[in-house]
């Protein structure tokens, strides 16, 4: 193989896997903004439990909790969690928090306090343009090798 050959590909594998972060991204930070756009109604919650959440892989068993958010919108009591878990937990049980609730589907909750997706966002967009950077970088690289032969 020759040297030429070997930076193309690694330059393509740089694009590719940039993209992809890239457009994973983007698409975290639009699926989020969604929910916060169809969520508007302001409702109080009180969290009743941190659902213990146990994940096993090979010899490891991680122990994680998901709070169970209770609250009232319209005159009904509802019971939600949105399948976010950490370790330690967000919330301690009895706490209040503001979510917001979809007036169209109540069991649909966007909770402010949990930042994940606008953390995965940023990560995975960052992630990807580095790579892009990387990528373009090396397209010139291997432009200006072409041309001094």
Known sequence: MSENFVLKL???LFLGIGLIFFVVGIGIGIHDRNIKKRCSDKVTAVITENREVLSKSDNHIS???SPVFRYTYNGTEYT???GYSSNPPVFEVGDNTEIFVDPSDPN???VPKLKVAKL???IF???GGAFLIVGVIL???SRRKTYMR
């Open 10 to 12: 690694v330059m393509w």
């Open 63 to 65: 122990r994680t909790y």
């Open 80 to 82: 939600q969690n949105t």
């Open 108 to 110: 649909k909750i966007y």
């Open 120 to 122: 995965l966002t940023v």
């Open 125 to 127: 967009t960052l992630l």
């Open 139 to 141: 397209l010139i690289i």
